[in-house]
């Protein structure tokens, strides 16, 4: 498997043009694997960067970003994306040994439940999310045609 490193480039004053830009989606993607790597110039210079799994287990630890970025990966229907934002939301909040004590769920069983091919029952998720000070929540498809 070939790896890449994302880093998250900022100008002078420390903003991220691309973190700007990809927060501003209305239908945000997750990153599964990133192979891409990008640069942004000015007056010649490489602007300073930072490692984006940094920048966003940063963010993550707001709950409201937390809960924008799991209601994201829930949307697109990929349940390998989904489990892998409920890890990077753990990682924000002190990772998983602190979150098996916090929910006293075993850490062994949270890393295979939260893997690639995990597959969480819907108790377990509800205390993980419970300890992320976060919920399940059910509202209307209005995208959905619902034919009378």
């Known amino acids: ?5 994302l880093r998250e ?3 002078e004053n420390g903003q991220s043009p691309f973190n700007d830009w990809l927060m501003g989606l209305r239908d945000i993607r997750i990153f599964k694997s990133p192979g891409l790597t990008w640069r ?21 630890s707001d709950p409201k970003e937390a809960a924008a970025y799991l209601d ?5 229907g990929d349940r390998p994306a989904f489990l892998l934002a409920i890890r990077n939301v753990i990682e924000a ?12 769920l075993n850490r062994e069983n949270l890393y295979r439940v939260l893997s690639e091919r ?10 993980l999310l419970k300890g992320l000070g976060l919920r399940l929540a059910v509202e209307v498809d209005h995208d959905l045609n619902h034919a009378a």
């Open 1 to 5: 498997m070939l790896v890449f490193e």
């Open 9 to 11: 480039y900022l100008t």
């Open 40 to 60: 942004t110039t000015g007056n010649g210079k490489v602007a300073t960067h930072r490692s984006y799994q940094d920048s966003l287990i940063k963010r993550l």
């Open 72 to 76: 994201a990966a829930l949307e697109e």
């Open 93 to 104: 909040r002190g990772g998983m040994t602190q979150m098996a004590r916090q929910t006293g």
């Open 118 to 127: 995990g597959n969480p029952e819907i108790n377990s998720l509800e205390k």
